[in-house]
């Protein structure tokens, strides 16, 4: 297993992993993601762990499934008052792997491993003047064990989650002289937490379910400290992954159609490390539709959420003339452009024999733009006040995925 373990995080952390709802994978699997990232009240196999673990309880055998997301991102940024340049960090592969087995009629098990979030930049290539030859790389794996019960028309299922992250901050603007980690060294850490959930079918066609992710604490060495001091900042090493609160619904409209609609609150507001930086709790609405044939499946959603990263007031007071609200709003938006607002998604599956099913999905996030002052991040004693407005930062940032599943059940 820990071979295992290390061998997907090396595959998923080069160059590292992009995010769609923040610095999380809005899904995993190919149904889910062709779904719009639905899946809390909607079983699709031994995966369904990642979005609710009481799921596993509708499994009505023993299955393996294995998967690969390629992840395109297109983002760039104009630096500190630069022509724009494209971010080098524009490929990932990102696998997942996910077991069950049914015990007996009220108990299945199940274990999963995916890469789930991630983000970063490579602005190593850009012109140092304007983009400090910024690069960044926040990569997580979890592994996931999980124990669902079912009995009669409702489900419970609770899954420890073990977290390992790396996390790389490096740039030049000259201060130290040498830059800050320019060898690109990350620091990486095991953080430890839960996941519990529960469905309720309170008809044969509908089905209501929620579940509920723990905060997990993570400090990545020095890395966010020694970052920060190369700006004259103080910032902490904590950079905990945050708590989610999630609902949905599922419902058979006939035989062959289903719709799906989930809600998840990211709490990014209460995480050491995000909420230092302002990010914002952040709502995601997810729809998706699916139609079964003879032997194949189609589905498409969508997925929207709100800017989870709040913009730091910019001015000319002596209280900031250290410069750390525009510095605060240039990390934000040169180094962890987790901005992206809505996906659209579509995909489908189709059944080789009895044993084995292939599933492939597609995601297209449209650029979005963000646009933030850092003016006052030139206020560092001893030179003058910079007045707000002077200087804005710009990033824009659009995504693609392509996903494929292979499932073998028992």
Same mark, same amino acid.
Do not use: C
């Given at each position: 297993?820990?071979?295992?373990?290390?061998?997907?995080?090396?595959?998923?952390?080069?160059?590292?992993?992009?995010?769609?709802?923040?610095?999380?994978?809005? @899904?995993? &699997?190919? !149904?889910?993601?062709?779904?719009?990232?639905?899946?809390?009240?909607?079983?699709?196999?031994? !995966?369904?762990?990642?979005?609710?673990?009481?799921?596993?309880?509708?499994?009505?055998?023993?299955?393996?499934?294995?998967?690969?997301?390629?992840?395109?991102?297109?983002?760039?940024?104009?630096?500190?008052?630069?022509?724009?340049?494209?971010?080098?960090?524009?490929? @990932?592969?990102?696998?997942?792997?996910?077991?069950?087995?049914?015990?007996?009629?009220?108990?299945?098990?199940?274990?999963?491993?995916?890469?789930?979030?991630?983000?970063?930049?490579?602005?190593?290539?850009?012109?140092?003047?304007?983009?400090?030859?910024?690069?960044?790389?926040?990569?997580?794996?979890?592994?996931?064990?999980?124990?669902?019960?079912?009995?009669?028309?409702?489900?419970?299922?609770?899954?420890?989650?073990?977290?390992?992250?790396?996390?790389?901050?490096?740039?030049?603007?000259?201060?130290?002289?040498?830059?800050?980690?320019?060898?690109?060294?990350?620091?990486?850490?095991?953080?430890?937490?839960?996941?519990?959930?529960?469905?309720?079918?309170?008809?044969?066609?509908?089905?209501? &379910?929620?579940?509920?992710?723990?905060?997990?604490?993570?400090?990545?060495?020095?890395?966010?400290?020694?970052? &920060?001091?190369?700006?004259?900042?103080?910032?902490?090493?904590?950079?905990?992954?945050?708590?989610?609160?999630?609902?949905?619904?599922?419902?058979?409209?006939?035989?062959? $159609?289903?719709?799906?609609?989930?809600?998840?609150?990211?709490?990014?507001?209460?995480?050491?490390?995000?909420?230092?930086?302002?990010?914002?709790?952040?709502?995601?609405?997810?729809?998706?539709?699916?139609?079964?044939? !003879?032997?194949?499946?189609?589905?498409?959603?969508?997925?929207?959420?709100?800017?989870?990263?709040?913009? $730091?007031?910019?001015?000319?007071?002596?209280?900031?003339?250290?410069?750390?609200?525009?510095?605060?709003? /240039?990390?934000?938006?040169?180094?962890?452009?987790?901005?992206?607002?809505?996906?659209?998604? $579509?995909?489908?599956?189709?059944?080789?024999?009895?044993?084995?099913?292939?599933?492939?999905?597609? /995601?297209?996030?449209?650029?979005?733009?963000?646009?933030?002052?850092?003016?006052?991040?030139?206020?560092?004693?001893?030179?003058?006040?910079?007045?707000?407005?002077?200087?804005?930062?710009?990033?824009?940032?659009?995504?693609?995925?392509?996903?494929?599943?292979?499932?073998?059940?028992?």
């Amino acid at each position: 297993m820990k071979k295992l373990v290390v061998s997907m995080f090396a595959v998923m952390a080069s160059p590292l992993v992009h995010a769609t709802n923040g610095d999380t994978m809005m @899904s995993v &699997g190919a !149904e889910n993601t062709a779904l719009g990232g639905t899946g809390v009240a909607h079983f699709v196999g031994a !995966e369904s762990t990642f979005a609710n673990p009481a799921m596993l309880g509708k499994s009505t055998g023993d299955e393996l499934v294995g998967g690969m997301v390629l992840f395109k991102p297109t983002v760039s940024n104009d630096g500190m008052g630069g022509a724009a340049a494209n971010s080098a960090a524009d490929t @990932s592969y990102i696998p997942d792997i996910s077991y069950s087995s049914r015990i007996n009629d009220n108990l299945t098990y199940g274990v999963a491993m995916a890469g789930i979030a991630g983000m970063g930049v490579d602005y190593t290539g850009a012109p140092k003047a304007t983009h400090v030859l910024a690069k960044t790389a926040l990569s997580i794996l979890k592994v996931i064990p999980t124990i669902a019960y079912n009995d009669g028309h409702y489900g419970l299922g609770f899954s420890p989650v073990f977290q390992y992250g790396s996390l790389a901050i490096s740039y030049n603007n000259g201060n130290p002289p040498a830059g800050v980690n320019t060898a690109q060294n990350a620091s990486t850490h095991t953080g430890f937490g839960f996941a519990l959930g529960g469905y309720y079918n309170t008809s044969s066609a509908l089905t209501l &379910g929620a579940s509920y992710n723990s905060k997990i604490r993570m400090n990545y060495g020095t890395q966010m400290s020694v970052a &920060g001091t190369g700006f004259g900042q103080v910032f902490s090493d904590n950079l905990d992954q945050p708590a989610e609160i999630k609902a949905a619904i599922a419902y058979a409209a006939s035989s062959s $159609f289903t719709v799906t609609a989930d809600y998840r609150l990211i709490q990014w507001a209460s995480a050491s490390g995000y909420k230092d930086f302002g990010w914002k709790n952040q709502t995601v609405i997810a729809v998706g539709g699916k139609y079964t044939g !003879e032997g194949y499946w189609l589905g498409a959603g969508y997925n929207n959420s709100n800017n989870p990263i709040g913009v $730091f007031a910019n001015g000319i007071a002596a209280n900031q003339q250290n410069g750390q609200n525009g510095i605060g709003n /240039m990390f934000n938006n040169l180094m962890f452009p987790g901005i992206i607002k809505s996906s659209y998604t $579509f995909g489908g599956g189709y059944t080789l024999n009895r044993n084995f099913d292939l599933a492939g999905a597609v /995601m297209i996030a449209p650029k979005v733009t963000s646009r933030v002052d850092i003016s006052d991040a030139m206020n560092t004693p001893g030179n003058p006040l910079t007045p707000a407005g002077t200087l804005l930062n710009t990033t824009t940032h659009s995504q693609q995925s392509f996903t494929v599943s292979l499932r073998y059940k028992f």
